[in-house]
T-cell receptor, first 111, second 113 residues
């Protein structure tokens, strides 16, 4: 039981490039979320999903896209990377009771 | 709008109890208080949660005041491995069946030998 896994661990992009951050969970959780964490701050919700085929926007969705074709996977796509998207990205899945399990994070730098 | 207020940092001697306070004066009646911690920028780790009553598990105790405007996380015997940023979080209903967790800036707990 690996829990929540994220790849890659580190990534450097140039402005304007696109990429996909991968997230997978093996706990059969319906709810999954993406957060970003900027230095010295708490986590902010980007997008979330309440089940396969269902996604919605969080607090800071601009510049990001998500899809949920399976229960296990919830990838986050950066459409055209900007320096303001330099951050640490965490994926989380939610079990019962309403407790979130976080992945190890992806550290993204946009030059 | 983080909905919670915590001290920026606290120190605690190893082996002593660590008491981490949190103010959530605008909390509503059906909103839960959660505590997570983050060690070395790893993914946040669940500690405990509660609504009205005090709660205890193998990691910590959570004391919620009767008016629910504040709470305290207690680590009974802090070790060096408990050095981390501790987040007090209010879980609110957002849309449909989705509850949002409001993360603030947290308290950096330094456990010292």
């Amino acid at each position: 039981n690996a829990g929540v896994t994220q790849t890659p661990k580190f990534q450097v992009l140039k402005t304007g490039q696109s990429m996909t951050l991968q997230c997978a969970q093996d706990m059969n959780h319906e709810y999954m979320s993406w957060y970003r964490q900027d230095p010295g701050m708490g986590l902010r919700l980007i997008h979330y999903s309440v089940g396969a085929g269902i996604t919605d926007q969080g607090e800071v969705p601009n510049g990001y896209n998500v899809s949920r074709s399976t229960t296990e996977d919830f990838p986050l796509r950066l459409l055209s990377a900007a320096p303001s998207q330099t951050s640490v990205y965490f994926c989380a899945s939610r079990g019962v009771p309403d407790t979130q399990y976080f992945g190890p994070g992806t550290r993204l730098t946009v030059l | 709008d983080a909905k919670t207020t915590q001290p920026t940092s606290m120190d605690c001697a190893e082996g002593r109890a660590a008491n981490l306070p949190c103010n959530h004066s605008t909390i509503s009646g059906n909103e839960y208080v959660y505590w997570y911690r983050q060690i070395h920028s790893q993914g946040p780790q669940y500690i405990i949660h509660g609504l009205k009553n005090n709660e205890t598990n193998e990691m910590a105790s959570l004391i919620i005041t009767e008016d629910r405007k504040s709470s305290t996380l207690i680590l009974p015997h802090a070790t060096l491995r408990d050095t981390a940023v501790y987040y007090c979080i209010v879980r609110v209903h957002w849309v449909d069946n989705f509850n949002k967790f409001y993360f603030g800036s947290g308290t950096k707990l330094n456990v010292k030998p």
